[in-house]
């Protein structure tokens, strides 16, 4: 069983920056894919972001291209998402996924955390 966390989410203005953090227990994190959703008020969730299991390549939704960068520190078991430049529509609580595939896109694996509220003002 793999336990996961978000941190670091906030109110924040438009053109800030926030950085969430993901972390896990249970099994080493080294081991897993793991990807970022988000869910604004109404909206279906949607993909963010999502890094291979050694930091190999990265992938992100076209609209936080040149904004977002996700990175992993394995040994501390934490995946991290530096969100810059934000705008209002980034407004969403942000669920950190565990153990997804890749198959050309990220597909979510079976652990999800509880989410991190994220609000960009304008």
């Known amino acids: 069983q793999v336990h996961v966390g978000e941190s670091g989410g906030g109110l924040v203005q438009a053109g800030g920056s926030l950085r969430l953090s993901c972390a896990t227990s249970?099994?080493?994190?080294?081991?897993?894919?793991v990807g970022w959703f988000r869910q604004a008020p109404g909206k279906e969730r949607e993909f963010v972001a999502a890094?291979?299991?050694?930091?190999?390549?990265?992938d992100y939704a076209d609209s936080v291209k040149g904004r977002f960068t996700i990175s992993r520190d394995n040994a501390k078991n934490t995946v991290f998402l530096q969100m810059n430049s934000l705008k209002p529509e980034d407004t969403a609580v942000y669920y950190c996924?565990?153990?997804?595939?890749?198959?050309?896109?990220?597909?979510?694996?079976?652990?999800w955390g509880q989410g991190t509220q994220v609000t960009v003002s304008s």
């Open positions: 996924n565990v153990g997804g595939v890749y198959g050309g896109t990220y597909s979510p694996g079976p652990y």
């Open positions: 890094i291979r299991w050694n930091a190999g390549s990265t």
């Open positions: 249970g099994r080493p994190l080294g081991n897993y894919n």
